[in-house]
């Protein structure tokens, strides 16, 4: 990225010293999404594990409209 950046940039110290600067925030801002994706889905994750455990073992009572089931065949 510091390289595609600094051929579209006059070539200068400063330029050079930019182009790596903002690659180096965009690796850390990439980071920062990926860490706020996987705490978004450590949010839920133990819910959702708790309702497939029950409903594999059957446990589990359906709520609302029963017409957009997957059906899975069970070997």
Request: charged share 35%.
């Given at each position: 990225?510091?390289?595609?950046?600094?051929?579209s940039w006059p070539p200068s110290f400063l330029s050079e010293f930019r182009a790596l600067q903002f690659?180096?925030?965009?690796?850390?801002?990439v980071g920062a999404l990926g860490g706020a994706a996987f705490l978004g889905t450590a949010i839920f994750i133990e819910g959702d594990r708790r309702r497939a455990q029950l409903h594999v073992q059957g446990?589990?009572?359906?709520?609302?409209?029963?017409?957009?089931?997957?059906v899975v065949p069970q070997r």
């Open positions: 990225i510091s390289d595609r950046l600094r051929r690659s180096l925030m965009l690796c850390a801002f446990l589990l009572r359906e709520t609302g409209p029963t017409d957009d089931r997957i």
